[in-house]
């Protein structure tokens, strides 16, 4: 998750801000987002389980690195016929 919570991640980054809960819950509504997320953040102090979130350049950083280490090397020019 990134540690803001403002207009701009709501609104133009589709809740980027809440990105366990559309994981954890990808049917509920966004609008249900910020709470579920004081819910999830609870039970992970309850038992010990570390909740991590990031500032917004740092969240953006470490996506960019998950979708780099995922992607398929692919040459849309080569013929394979």
Known sequence: DINLNNWFTRNFMG???FHIVHHLF???NSVYAPEV??????YAKENNIEYR??????ALK???RLIK??????N???EDM
């Open 53 to 58: 979130s990031y500032g917004l350049i740092e």
């Open 26 to 28: 990808p049917n509920i």
């Open 62 to 64: 470490y996506h960019y």
């Open 37 to 42: 997320t004081r819910v999830i953040k609870h």
């Open 76 to 78: 849309v020019f080569e």
């Open 15 to 17: 809740n980027f801000n």
């Open 69 to 74: 280490a995922n992607a398929i090397d692919f």
